[in-house]
């Protein structure tokens, strides 16, 4: 809350208000808070928070699994392997993350950092024990002379030890110079930091009563303030007295001050509630994320909210996975392992599963078209197979023939009553 006063105030007084919400905003954060926004406190912005929060929790709920490439019968397979030591691995990747923490934790560094580091704990021979999440800001990606990447890590202690590549599990998005990840947070600072500023700036109107200017005036003839003790004083003491839980108290104004008066704030006039949803929704599409996971219905219906959904897996979730499983393959696998046909996928079926109906109503489609076999169905819906061996088995439509293929004639009906006379 602020107050100050004057003999002689000017008319426009109250009709001047403030500059408008953007403008203050602005010229708050300029080359202050906008250097200052880190993607270590970015999540103080809500829509930063929302982005994050989506992205790695709907990562964390993927399965992924270690298959292998084969052929059976003149066809592709992909068997699994629960049993093979990168499976084991990324059901417990280390002593105090489960898989669901380490992938939700090693997401959200993604998305603020544009990069993830992890320490690849083995002995001399053999699988990797364990991955030991590295800070970001811990960890300085370099090129040597001979072009080759390295890792220069620095310690709790303060201490600096270079790593090759074959010791890191490493993750980025898009890189500038090829080897360090782009942060976007720190590409749209300035954008975030006005919807900080933003947020901090509602906070603080409320906290204050939602009146965030009071113009004392002087009664005419008044001598006003005597020294500057006084009128110290005179601040003091109503700090004391109104600020904080003790605004809308009663009080006596001493002897020369006129009756006080407010100054109004519209935010709709002051483009305050304009700036919020306007960051809100820069801020989405800079992250390529729908408005609807931001809290932005206001164009969503049920339609296009659905579609919108879709395009978040298909646009936004599909490159951090490719990314999280092109890097697994490069950094957990051995050279033996890809050469046999040995991969890793997210299961992306549990994230773009619809509704109950809708999927059945899909699957049943699979099944008639001889897609999908009965245990097939079943293992989407997390059952267990048929007992008999008709689970296996796939339908074949018996309307339908290979094309090219002569159609058998048509075999005559000698029952009574249908032969020609």
Known sequence: ???FWQKDPPVEAKASQFETVLQRLIA???????SSVTPENCMESPTVHAIVTAISRRISVTPVHVLRKGMSDGKEIKEKLPS????????????????????EDATSVLVRYGRFHSYKGQGVTGPIRELIPLHPNAVCPELDSSYRPTYRVTDVAGGQKIYAPGQMFNVRGPARDFIKGDSPV?????TIALEIMAEKFGATFFQNGALPLIIFKFLEGSAG??????????????????????KHRAMLLPKGFDSPFTVPVEHDKAQFIETRKYQRTVIAGAFGVPPHLVGDL????????????????????????????????????TVADRNSGICIRFNLDSTLRADFKSRQEGLWLQRQAGVRSANEWREIEGLNPRDDEEGDDYLHPGNMIVDGEKVNEQVPDDRPGNQES
């Open 225 to 246: 303030f005597s020294t500057p003790e006084q009128e110290k004083e005179f601040i003091k003491a109503f700090h004391e007295a109104f600020g904080g839980n003790q």
């Open 186 to 190: 720190k590409d749209i600072s300035r």
């Open 84 to 103: 093979h030591s990168v499976a084991k691995l990324l059901r417990n990747p280390n002593a105090w993350q489960s898989s669901h923490e380490f992938f």
């Open 298 to 333: 206001e164009r969503g219906t049920f339609n296009n909210v659905e579609q919108q959904d879709k395009d978040f897996t298909l646009n936004v979730i599909m490159p951090v996975v490719q990314a999280f499983e092109s890097a697994m393959e490069r950094d957990l696998l």
């Open 28 to 34: 708050a954060q300029d080359g202050t808070l906008s």
């Open 1 to 3: 809350m602020k107050w």
